[in-house]
DNA sequence: AAAGATTGAATAATCAATCTTT
DNA sequence: AAAGATTGATTATTCAATCTTT
């Protein structure tokens, strides 16, 4: 009986490096910020990910929803997440006002303040890793990357941007 | 007492943009390729990317401390997948004849077809990704990921160019 | 009935410790 | 004693199901 022998060529394709490359390159990056923000600030990249998406959000709150569409969590991973975050006090639940059956998650002062003593060393690391490039070619590699994350994971980019979401907020004049 | 507060400039560094950037994409490209190589091939991206790296090297085999080092597996990581892959018949281990301490994770028939089969439509799926760009932007990507992993992952980068391990097996005339 | 959020069960990953061979 | 590989314990993640509110 016949096999389906695979051509030899095809695994040879180009466009298997560069989806390799691109997830040996984030398993590198994402092991450096492990240990970095581990040892010297005692939280994990998750936490430092969802902390810093709420101390960019004016009032330092968000839905529960809004937050899991903004980091790579789901909506079960969030809310778990967020358990733990209001374990140690980073971070508290709030009940929304206007729709019963939603949550806020808020930034407390401590979770403000471990976000302000984790970032420099954060921002140290990427500046050490984007050093390698010129500035030229970080702006290239982020343009790049942000077309490839408009692509692949749209809601992200409504998520970063409410004018694609609430076009009316900024409607002209 | 003073508390340390955020410098505000600080959390809107674009270097953290670019990282954001950077893990948004990975994890949209992740979840794509899971769901299409789950659908369509019934295995995860860690199982393809096992067998990938089986099916390239010549003899279809390779060393577990190799092959966790050409994945973004830890040691441990690798022995339980190779022990699923095992279990269903995708891979088998062989004993290392020149040392005993070793163990060969091997490709069997029934995995090189599951690659076979499986590689044509992540192949698509990156290249409906890739498509995005020009040819000469994907050239750009690549090279930029390529220096960007080798400076975050040195170890994958000799994994995947012998010469930097063994550089007798190159040595010029 | 659909949306927001949570929970139960299952899966897969890691570190640290262990065992064997070098 | 160090290297290759595995195992035990722990942790974090997901999907599917559930509960409440709209």
Redesign the pocket.
Known sequence: MARALPDPDLLQHPFFTTGGLFVEAH?GLQ?GM?KQLTTEAGI?P?WFDVLMRLARTPGHRL??????AQT?????????????LEGVGLVR?EA?P????????VLTDAGLEAVAAAAPAHLALMTQVLEIFTPAEVETLTALLHRLRDHVNPEAACASDPRLTHPEAEAPA
């Open positions: 398993a092991a492990e994990s998750q839905r529960m929803t809004d937050l899991a790579i969590l789901s909506a079960s991973g969030l809310t778990r997440a967020v358990d733990r639940r929304c206007s729709d019963r059956r939603g949550s806020y998650a």
